[in-house]
């Protein structure tokens, strides 16, 4: 046998063993996908996505964006409640919370969708900021609670948020704002997350993210078209990187179609934001106000050491870490986080921000 001959022998054969490696990685996926899909599921019914709004309305940036924004209770409420969602999702994932908040006498609850996410408008890509945010916040804050007492809740992304406006607008803080919630943020740093993966690939990733990013905007439909087309993989992607046990299959396909629904070219806008995202320094403004930060214990994309530097930061602040639950603690542990989110109301009212 020749030695060209050979070659190709043990080509043909690395191959083979590659292509039948992938086959068995895609079939157990499978089999534990099904396994998850046939599995009890107590939120089969629940209407993610569908909850009524008492008021909608569109509230503009100052960049010309238009915000879409809902109301839920009483207009005249004494206390009103802002949430503010995080990265690839829309106002949507506040589902849990939205229901507890708004049974709460004397509780207006403020809900939006950030720039180019969900019903909002799109945004230019060098406006896809962490500052920028911030600004929209102001923004909704002026619109929809000129006047009154207000707490600020922050879900990743929206978190950072909260931390932009308290950066850029200190003088709200312990005026208007008179009580913060960060969940699942982080307040820098957010370069050196691992996402559960080693660190070698991490760096390899880093160093060809530009390649990568250019590479995905110039096959952006046909990247769309296989994020937008639900499977086993995704599935799987979204259980991993979202919950921290075994979530509901019900909250794995409402997760899905948040993250589908936000376009490829707006992941890309925002990516440079997060790896720059430094705000540590503006924590000492939300000092003498209640502050509640929740944590999960087996969160992948803002791991719960974030969650501790900021309680750290921020010694009186009620920290709550929540055993077994991923990123989307909101979702996945919506028992803990409102009994959290009720207890920083009480504190609210005890320091005076509101009688509620």
Not at 258 to 270: E, H, I, K, Q, R
């Amino acid at each position: 046998m020749s030695r060209h001959r050979t070659l190709l022998g043990v080509a043909g054969a690395a191959g083979g063993a590659v292509a039948a490696g992938v086959a068995a990685g895609l079939f157990a996926t499978h089999q534990s996908v099904q396994r998850q899909l046939r599995a009890p599921d107590p939120y089969r019914d629940e209407p993610f996505g569908r909850l009524p709004a008492d008021r909608t309305r569109m509230v503009w940036t100052d960049d010309g964006v238009g915000l879409n924004v809902v109301e839920v209770g009483p207009a005249d409420a004494p206390l009103t409640v802002v949430l503010v969602h995080g990265y690839t999702l829309s106002l949507d994932c506040w589902h849990f919370q939205r229901q507890a908040l708004a049974a709460r006498p004397g509780v207006r609850v403020v809900l939006y969708d950030q720039r180019s996410h969900g019903r909002s408008g799109r945004s230019q890509a060098g406006r896809c900021t962490i500052d920028q945010l911030g600004e929209d916040l102001a923004a909704v804050l002026a619109a929809v609670a000129p006047q009154g007492p207000v707490v600020l809740v922050g879900h990743s992304m929206g978190g950072m948020t909260i931390m932009s406006l308290a950066d850029r607008h200190p003088e709200l803080f312990g005026t208007r704002v008179v009580g913060v919630a960060l969940v699942s943020t982080s307040a820098g740093r957010v370069s050196e997350l691992t996402f559960g993966l080693p660190a070698g690939v991490i760096v390899a990733a880093r160093r060809l993210l530009p390649a990568v990013t250019v590479g995905a905007r110039g096959s952006a439909r046909l990247v769309e078209l296989g994020r937008r087309r639900p499977g086993d993989i995704t599935y799987a992607v979204t259980r991993r990187f979202s919950f921290g046990s075994e979530a509901s299959p019900s909250l794995v396909a409402f997760m899905e179609r948040m993250v589908a629904s936000t376009p490829l070219d707006v992941l890309l806008a925002f990516l440079p934001t997060f790896l720059d995202h430094d705000k540590l320094a503006a924590l000492d403004v939300l000092r003498g106000i209640p502050v509640l930060i929740v944590g999960g214990e087996n969160d992948l994309m803002t791991p719960v050491v974030h969650s501790e530097q900021l309680a750290a930061a921020l010694p009186d602040a009620d920290f709550v870490r929540v055993p077994q639950a991923g990123h989307m603690a909101i979702l996945e542990r919506s028992d803990v986080v409102n009994r959290a989110l009720e207890r920083l109301l009480d504190r609210v009212a005890v320091a005076g921000g509101a009688r509620v």
